[in-house]
């Protein structure tokens, strides 16, 4: 019988067989040392290159690997659902494959999620790895995120977070919402932490994320939320009264 893992970690991957060789080792490393039971689930987003092919041979040295390959390229928001619905651990962790998260921070975010249902990360030094156009831009679009989310949410846009699986078992995803999945669990009444994590340059391959390809789509998505959390149906039961009662004087 398969043993049930204590923790998932869940990895979006689109042509990253750059960065793969170097992210694995270190995660690999942070996973001995928790000494829990844990699997790591990568999730080929359609690559073309040699991305699933590396993973295959991480497989082939440590049973903990896991390989789910969509057929083409869905999106972030599906890669990551597609891991969600995959991952059996009763934690989940979600990074990035482009080494700008650092898997030295998942036994702090685990420690912290004693506290809450989800622990999101905040990347206070972002800016050390990005242009000043991209930290100005950055700043400005999180603040009209939370104004008009009514949130409060540091960097939203950071994926590095940990979830106590029962967080993920109803939410549904829509494409590009991967990014307001705090807000989301806030919304069904969950206890969400924003914690500041490690944020690293890019050293291999390039951003699949721009401001020009960004900017719409992420505000259209922004009006979405809004929407939801203005239609959201807010009642108390006062009372309760049926024919069953009866039995119950």
């Given amino acids: 019988m398969t043993q049930v ?3 998932s970690v869940v990895i979006p991957v689109y042509n990253e067989d750059g960065n793969l060789p170097h992210l694995w080792p270190e995660l690999q490393g942070v996973l001995d040392a928790l000494g829990l039971g844990a ?9 073309r290159d040699r991305s699933a092919e590396l993973v295959r041979g991480f497989m082939a040295g440590d049973p903990r690997v896991r ?3 969509l057929r083409g ?6 890669a990551t659902d597609a891991g969600f619905k995959s991952a059996r651990g009763r934690i989940i962790v979600t990074m990035d494959a482009d080494l700008q998260n650092d898997p030295h921070d998942i036994p702090v975010l685990l420690q912290h999620l004693k506290e809450c249902d989800a622990v999101t990360g905040w990347r206070v030094n972002r800016g050390d790895g990005d242009s000043w156009i ?11 995120r939370n104004a008009l989310s009514e949130e409060s949410i540091q960097d939203s846009a950071c994926t590095f977070r940990a979830f106590r699986r029962e967080c993920l078992t109803g939410l549904q995803l829509y494409t590009g919402l991967h990014r307001f999945i705090p807000t989301l669990l806030r919304m069904e009444g969950y ?28 505000f259209v ?5 809004r ?13 309760e009264i049926g024919e069953g009662d009866k039995w119950n004087r």
């Avoid at 998505?221 to 939320?225: C, E, F």
């Fill in 5 to 7: 893992p204590e923790l």
């Fill in 221 to 225: 998505d922004l009006l979405v939320v």
């Fill in 134 to 144: 991209r930290r100005v831009s950055s700043r400005i679009a999180n603040r009209v």
């Fill in 191 to 218: 206890r969400v932490i924003e914690l500041p994590v490690r944020h690293r340059p890019r050293r291999f391959g390039q951003s699949k994320y721009g401001i020009r390809n960004r900017a719409l789509r992420a």
């Fill in 39 to 47: 699997e790591v689930i990568f999730v080929d987003d359609g690559s």
């Fill in 73 to 78: 390229n869905a999106g972030e928001t599906a």
């Fill in 67 to 69: 390989l789910v390959r």
């Fill in 227 to 239: 929407w939801m959390k203005s239609r959201m149906l807010r009642y108390e039961i006062a009372q």
